[in-house]
């Protein structure tokens, strides 16, 4: 007699992701291998196999490899802003943990690497997309401002604000890229004078937007 052999079930459909959803994943994907290996380290063909896809799946989404770094950057940038300026709008801002937020995507997860590519490859101002660094200084003039009037003190120059953002930028990207090195060279390479650094800048923040000072840019005649 014969006898019937057991049926296997019928795998289920695979859900398709929206076109928004694989672009996320892909750029999740992407920074998790450009934190380790920096942007030069990246491989379409080693990505697409991260994720189960082809490689033009990838170009589909991004048009080449150079415009899914430039994206991966503008995103990274993106989310940065969002996460700060969340911060910056507090009733009390926490610098010491800005600084460190900031540190973090820039360092360990490999943004200011790929900022520097980027601007090297001549990609850079379109890496960031929109001006964050303005939206984020308009923020922090805001809520400055809010304090200062709360206080009975004029809100202070937007110029002033600008600068201090921009002074912390270029402070925190530089760390990322070069600190260790610098830091060395200055007999401070023990593994908390990266750590003492940013608190530090962040006493010398701290003092300045709460003092009332304002720096005033001088040129001579």
Not at 30 to 35: E, I
Request: with cysteine; aromatic share 4%.
């Amino acid at each position: 007699m014969a006898t019937s052999r057991p049926r296997r079930p019928r795998p289920r459909p695979r859900r398709r992701l929206s076109a928004e959803a694989s672009r996320q994943r892909i750029l999740e994907a992407a920074q998790r291998r450009v934190s380790e290996t920096g942007p030069d380290g990246l491989r379409l063909q080693e990505l697409a196999a991260d994720l189960g896809l082809s490689h033009p799946a990838i170009l589909h989404h991004f048009g080449s490899r150079e415009g899914l770094l430039a994206e991966l950057a503008a995103h990274g940038a993106r989310q940065l802003n969002l996460e700060l300026a969340e911060r910056i709008r507090r009733p009390v801002v926490d610098v010491r943990e800005i600084l460190e937020l900031t540190s973090e995507t820039l360092a360990s997860r490999g943004q200011a690497r790929l900022l520097a590519w980027l601007v090297l490859s001549g990609r850079g101002p379109k890496a960031v997309g929109p001006p964050v660094l303005r939206e984020l200084a308009e923020v922090a003039q805001a809520t400055r401002a809010a304090h200062r009037v709360a206080a009975g003190c004029p809100p202070p120059a937007a110029e002033d604000t600008s600068f201090s953002v921009l002074l912390v930028g270029l402070a925190l990207f530089g760390d990322a890229l070069v600190g260790a090195v610098l830091r060395q060279s200055l007999g401070l390479d023990d593994p908390q004078a990266a750590v003492r650094f940013r608190a530090w800048l962040a006493r010398l923040l701290e003092e300045h937007f709460t003092q009332g000072g304002e720096t005033e840019a001088r040129t001579d005649d």
